[in-house]
């Protein structure tokens, strides 16, 4: 059975224009191709990008936070609950209104307390500013060497000036040094984005960066097999471009150099628009999607390719959607936050002292300056 399934998922018509097979892909006269095979890699690098990372971010980023003046901020711990905890552990972080109630009877205490118990407990779970700068720091310094690596991989390249000759004598192209490093390494690091995502900051667009790392990954595996590497290079250089850009006004947006911020982030804002936007559907997808046919007649792996990168495309228009509500928040008042972030809530202390409370959690009325809050 795996025997027929393999066989069926190497058919030579799913990955091949008609009249080729895999033999003819085959390394010989001085030419070397892609193989499948060169990917196993990836997975011991992704490892290593994350023992990377680790030190990195304990002795690099730490210490530049530090310089920066970037500290946690002293959050108030909830004083321990049993009954609230194990709720809190085993059923739901934020409770309905029914079982607020259920809780306060439990425990003798306010349904306000109760609230106000659950608020500061799940803020004491949200990431402090310092993780957040930590891991801005680490993809910045990788999205700039990979923006680097990839200009000097195919700034002497005829297809990028002329992208028709991404397809010239296509898939007999023989493979370059720079490119299997510059796929390797770029398919490492999201496979070790894809590994610490559940540890990293939750943000609220956490299932369309699952989605966007996966398509990812098979976006570049599909290319590395179906030799598809010289447009492949070119959509890894256009999406580094403007994350380069977004990692960096993160890190001076949590060290609250906000005139920097601000200005670093409307050239991202800019580079986005321009690279995922325009470039990205107007030149790249238009030239795999109008000029292969010229060359070869079209096949599966032709309208595959084509389904990924339209995919890429739909979770660029939602983040645009994110990045001009920033927009707006700049232009009406200033960029104090990630828009995608699970950001803190706020407390009420203050509200909370100056109104006591009745047994079941009720404002009371108060004399003076009490009465009016």
Known sequence: MIGIICEWFWW???????????????DKDGR????????YITLPYSVGFLIVRYIFERFVATP?????????????????????????????KTPGQADVLGLSKKCSISSRKVERWFRRRRNQERPGVLKKFREA????????????????AVYDKPWFYNLREVWDAYPKQSMMESQYWYYILEMSFYWSLLFSITFDVKRKDFNEQIIHHLATLTLL???????????????????????VFLESAKIFNYAKWERTCNGIFVLFAAVFMVTRLVIFPFWIIHCTWVYPPDFYPVFF???????????????????????????????????????RSDNEEEEDDEEENSMPEDHDGHPKATNGCGANH
């Open 221 to 243: 595996a599909f290319s590395w097999c179906g030799n598809y590497i010289r447009v492949g290079t070119l959509v890894m250089l256009v999406h580094d471009a403007s994350d």
């Open 137 to 152: 720091s680490w993809r910045f310094v990788f999205y700039l060497g990979a923006l680097i690596g990839g200009i000097i």
């Open 301 to 339: 792996g032709y309208y595959f390719f084509n389904a990924m990168l339209v995919i890429l495309l739909m979770l660029h228009v939602f983040w645009a959607y994110l990045i001009l509500r920033m927009v707006k928040k700049f232009l009406f008042g200033s960029l104090t936050k990630d828009e």
């Open 32 to 39: 070397v191709y892609a193989k499948a095979s060169d990917l």
């Open 12 to 26: 030579d018509r799913l990955w091949l224009p008609v009249n080729l097979t895999w033999a003819d892909l085959e």
């Open 64 to 92: 530049f936070a530090t310089a920066l003046c970037v500290t946690e901020e002293n959050r108030q711990k909830v004083q321990y609950n049993p009954v609230l905890e194990h709720y809190f552990t085993s059923c739901s």
